[in-house]
């Protein structure tokens, strides 16, 4: 019922900034919790970033936090990501994707809805 679509991936340099974004379609409501997640080569997937379902609370992996910020905007049924200080390990498939539940609870991140095609992010040193 709802099509998540990324956009803004692509190559940047070590350092540099990226945003990414990300939106739905179909039947949306702002009502669950939204996240981004990151698939580097040879390694699980992981879960970078979770935002609940009005915009309030916000939460960050150890391996962003302090150099991403994620918001969202429920009248454009958009989230967005945005990440400073690149480095190579950033490299990856970055993945939207919509919680069944509304707020970030430990079991957002494997209680997931729907999910988007991703989009690739490479760091170049």
């Known amino acids: 019922q709802v099509q998540l679509e990324e956009s803004g991936g692509g190559t940047v340099q070590a350092g540099g900034s990226l945003r990414l974004s990300c939106v739905a379609s179909?039947?949306?409501?702002?009502?669950?919790?939204m996240g981004w997640f990151r698939r580097a080569p040879g390694k699980a997937r992981e879960a970078l970033s979770c935002?609940?379902?009005?915009?309030?609370?916000?939460q960050y992996a150890e391996s962003v936090k302090g150099r991403s910020t994620v918001w969202r905007d429920n009248a454009k049924s958009t989230v967005n990501l945005e990440t400073g200080s690149l480095d190579p390990e950033d490299t990856g498939v970055y993945y939207c994707?919509?919680?069944?539940?509304?707020?970030?609870?430990?079991?957002?991140?494997?209680?997931?809805?729907?999910w988007g095609q991703g989009t690739q992010v490479t760091v170049s040193s």
């Open positions: 935002i609940n379902g009005n915009g309030a609370f916000t």
């Open positions: 994707a919509v919680s069944k539940e509304t707020y970030c609870t430990n079991s957002w991140r494997t209680d997931i809805a729907f």
């Open positions: 179909g039947n949306t409501n702002g009502a669950n919790s």
